[in-house]
T-cell receptor, first 119, second 115 residues
Framework: GAVVSQHPSRVICKSGTSVKIECRSL??????MFWYRQFPKKSLMLMAT?????????EQGVEKDKFLINHASLTLSTLTVTSAHPEDSSFYIC???????????????FGEGSWLTVV | GNSVTQMEGPVTLSEEAFLTINCTYT??????LFWYVQYPGEGLQLLLK?????DKGSNKGFEATYRKETTSFHLEKGSVQVSDSAVYFC??????????????FGSGTQLTVLP
């Protein structure tokens, strides 16, 4: 079946540095990828929608200059947390949708998630 | 806009007990409905889905029926196991900006099954 892989699964970085998280679709082309953030014991918050070859669409309240998203190819999207602060510590999850057609019931596949700890 | 409401947890059951996790939704049009499961320390996995009214999704002994008249998609399992302990998310897929179909998630329900 379709697989979405995230890397790294866990990362610790110092305040003020930047960290990049990769999201890859391993056996399908993902024209659209989504980035979510999950706080402990909370639901997932959609941060942005990433379309291959174009700028990401950010949800209200998400700083696009802080959370840089690049979807340079049909199999890779990256999230870069710039000038990280301890409050950016969270579980970040990407998901990917295959194909170009919007069809009813099109399944979205999730990566394993990445734990970011900013110290 | 779209929204999903799940029963609040945590839910604690004994092994082999019957499980129901309620989920209701608000959406325009005809969304697809999903249940995702998140085991400790892991990302989300699709558990089951239903794409139209009266469809029943099933997987690993779990079932949920798409009820348009009650806008519900309750998750059920007849006999839970310790290995079912996880957080369960109800979600719907509806058209948002452009051609992307975003997922709207419920708040999640923590299930703990005791031996």
């Amino acid at each position: 079946g379709a697989v979405v892989s995230q890397h790294p699964s866990r990362v610790i970085c110092k305040s003020g540095t930047s960290v990049k998280i990769e999201c890859r679709s391993l056996d399908f082309q993902a024209t659209t990828m989504f980035w979510y953030r999950q706080f402990p014991k909370k639901s997932l918050m959609l941060m942005a929608t990433s379309n291959e070859g174009s700028k990401a669409t950010y949800e209200q309240g998400v700083e696009k200059d802080k959370f840089l998203i690049n979807h340079a190819s049909l199999t890779l999207s990256t999230l870069t947390v710039t000038s990280a602060h301890p409050e950016d510590s969270s579980f970040y999850i990407c998901s990917a949708r295959a194909g170009r057609q919007v069809t009813s019931g099109n399944t979205i596949y999730f990566g394993e998630g990445s734990w970011l700890t900013v110290v | 806009g779209n929204s999903v409401t799940q029963m609040e947890g945590p839910v604690t059951l004994s092994e082999e007990a019957f499980l129901t996790i309620n989920c209701t939704y608000t959406a325009t049009g005809y969304p697809s409905l999903f249940w995702y499961v998140q085991y400790p320390g892991e990302g989300l996995q699709l558990l089951l889905k239903a794409t139209k009214a009266d469809d029943k999704g099933s997987n690993k002994g779990f079932e949920a029926t798409y009820r348009k008249e009650t806008t519900s998609f309750h998750l059920e399992k007849g006999s839970v196991q310790v290995s079912d302990s996880a957080v369960y998310f109800c979600a719907l897929s509806g058209v948002s900006s452009g051609s992307a179909r975003q997922l709207t998630f419920g708040s999640g329900t923590q299930l703990t099954v005791l031996p």
